[in-house]
């Protein structure tokens, strides 16, 4: 590991121990937090009981689906409208301050429409994921040479082949960027959705725990989602990383 | 500035008998090319009126200033750019912005695939005909030989040298089997053995294809010593100045540079090419 790694790990470990402390010696009392410690073994014995599973799934399943629609449509759209610079032109200012509209408003709406199931989750966290998706798209092909435009119009490629054989690998770093903040987003999406309104999920249960001062089911799951989100990102941090490397040919 | 046509036809008669094709291979009429105003940037006069007729099976190099417009020309060639004016016909057919069958490019910058196997990046165009997997494992490895990649077949582009990226596009073009090749500058991240020696290698390439060859080069040596023809361009907005006939025999290699000829053909171009030089220089 390099030494801005060692850097990095030696804070983390000095934040947790630091609440560890201080939950320990009763500067944050027993209702607000519970020592971390307490947070790994209440979500240890939960998954060893299995009392989670069920949830814990259904939540990995709506935004696993999620993140896939808001990354498959994200890019087709990119491709799109990259190739139309002046529908571009006309959206551009749209994409900019789509984060700025609070799309979560639309939640409810959604659960009228397809009541309360798995539909409007998916959605919901499709709507987070897609823009951040598609604009990394669009930055992507942007920072692709040209020249690799060129070649694949040299080898007579139609414009499925050339977004699948060309722009899709050529922009590949900058959509893992993409891939990244979708899965952000619609990991804070669906868990807000089960939280709000839902019978079932890991913020369903969240919120239920929340409501029956039941601390140590409530941050045993907060770990779990923290965990899985670090990962998975720091997983997709690294990759990102290595392909920019292969891919400026250095 | 038809030149070409008539002076070069003894020479390859042979070809063209072989193909009963008469009519020259590439056909330029009153080509220019007008980059429009772009934002700040006012509008671009790259090529002026440009007439060109390169006979099957010839060897055409383009030497002029920096920005004069040579790649400008290429992309036009290729069909990858529409000429302002001007018609460009390639076997006898127009070609209207959209690169036609059997015509190859390789590029003034590096397009060498980061996500495939230099083996790979060779194999691309092959994947897209339907030709048997060991007839293509068999082009790919030859090609690769030829160019000095063998050893590197299954590196990928990133642990390479600029010169080595360079020659997997030359690779990936020739295994094609183009009909009309289109270099611009190929060998210009090569060292000068190098250079000579992948010279020699296109002309015995040119020689046992029958290919028409046109090459983009900022070395008056390596254009007096490959092509039958060396066009000299002018400073932009870019056209020929002269056309100047090397008269070698086709088959030559790269030791007619010790030929006196060889000499005065050069300083023949340069003396062209000074003048043209410091005024592109001065447009900056
Ligand atoms: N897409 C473009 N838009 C606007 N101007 C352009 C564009 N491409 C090239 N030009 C301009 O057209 C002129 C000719 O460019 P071109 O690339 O054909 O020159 P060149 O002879 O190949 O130069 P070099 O020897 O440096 O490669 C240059 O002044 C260049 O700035
Ligand atoms: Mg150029």
Redo the contacts with the bound molecule.
């Keep these: 590991m390099s030494k801005a790694g060692w850097i990095r790990l030696v804070i983390v470990i000095a934040f947790f121990g630091a609440l560890e402390i201080m939950c320990r010696i009763g500067w944050i009392d027993r209702l607000t937090m519970i020592p971390p410690t307490e947070m790994a073994e209440a979500l240890w014995s939960m998954l060893l009981a299995g009392s989670i599973t069920e949830d814990v799934l259904y939540s990995l399943r709506n935004t696993v689906a999620a993140v896939a629609l808001s990354v498959l449509a994200g890019f087709v759209c990119g491709v799109i409208v990259h190739a139309l610079p002046r529908l571009r032109r006309i959206l551009d200012p749209l994409f900019a301050s789509y984060y700025a509209v609070p799309v979560f408003v639309f939640y409810p709406l959604l659960v009228v429409i397809f009541g309360i199931n798995a539909t409007p989750l998916i959605l919901i966290g499709a709507m987070f994921g897609i823009v951040a998706m598609l604009i990394s798209t669009l930055t992507g092909l942007d920072r692709v040479p040209r020249v690799m435009f060129k070649s694949a119009r040299m080898f007579q490629l139609d414009p499925l082949r050339s977004a699948l054989l060309i722009k899709l690998p050529s922009a590949a770093p900058h959509l893992i960027t993409g891939v990244k903040l979708a899965v952000v987003y619609s990991v804070i999406a669906v868990v807000a959705g089960e939280f709000i309104l839902s019978s079932k999920g890991i913020g369903h249960r969240i919120a239920y725990a929340y409501n029956d001062f039941d601390s140590r089911t409530m941050y045993g799951l907060l770990l779990l989602l923290l965990t899985a989100v670090t990962v998975v990102t720091m997983s997709l941090h690294m990759w990102e990383h290595r392909l920019h490397s292969r891919w400026a040919k250095q | 500035m038809n030149v070409l046509s008539q002076t070069s036809a003894a020479e390859h008669s042979l070809e063209e008998g072989a193909r009963g094709a008469k009519a020259p291979h590439v056909h330029l009429k009153g080509v220019t ?1 007008i ?2 105003a ?1 934002a700040n ?1 006012p ?2 006069h ?2 002026a009126s440009t007439d060109l007729d390169l006979p099957q099976g010839s060897f055409f190099s383009l030497i ?12 036009i060639v290729a069909g990858l750019a529409s000429p302002t004016e001007g018609t460009v016909m390639f076997e006898g057919k127009r070609i209207e912005g959209r690169p036609p069958e059997g015509v190859g490019v390789v590029f ?1 910058e590096d397009s060498s695939f980061p996500w495939l196997t230099v083996w790979n990046n060779v194999a691309f165009g092959l994947r897209r005909k339907r030709i048997d997997k060991a007839e293509m494992a068999k082009r790919v490895d030859a090609i690769l030989a030829f160019t000095g990649l063998s050893d590197f077949a299954q590196a990928y582009p990133a642990q390479l040298s600029g010169g080595m990226r360079q020659r997997v596009c030359i690779a990936r073009t020739l295994v094609l089997q183009p009909r009309l090749i289109l270099l ?2 190929p060998f210009g991240a090569l060292d000068q053995q190098t250079r000579l020696l992948m010279g020699d290698e296109l002309l015995r390439i040119w020689r046992e294809t029958g290919a028409t060859i046109m090459m ?1 080069t ?1 070395s008056l040596d390596e254009a007096a010593m490959l092509a039958d023809h060396v066009g000299v ?1 002018s400073a ?1 907005p ?1 056209k020929f100045i002269e056309i100047i006939e090397t008269g070698w025999p086709r088959d030559r290699t790269s030791e007619i540079v010790s030929e006196a000829r060889f000499g005065s053909i050069t300083a023949h171009m340069w003396s062209l090419l000074r003048e043209e030089s410091q005024k592109a220089m001065k447009a900056r």
């Design positions: 090319r980059y429009p772009v940037n509008e671009v790259a090529l002029g200033p920096s920005g004069c417009g040579k790649s400008t020309l290429l992309d003034q611009d500058e983009i900022h361009m932009r870019g």
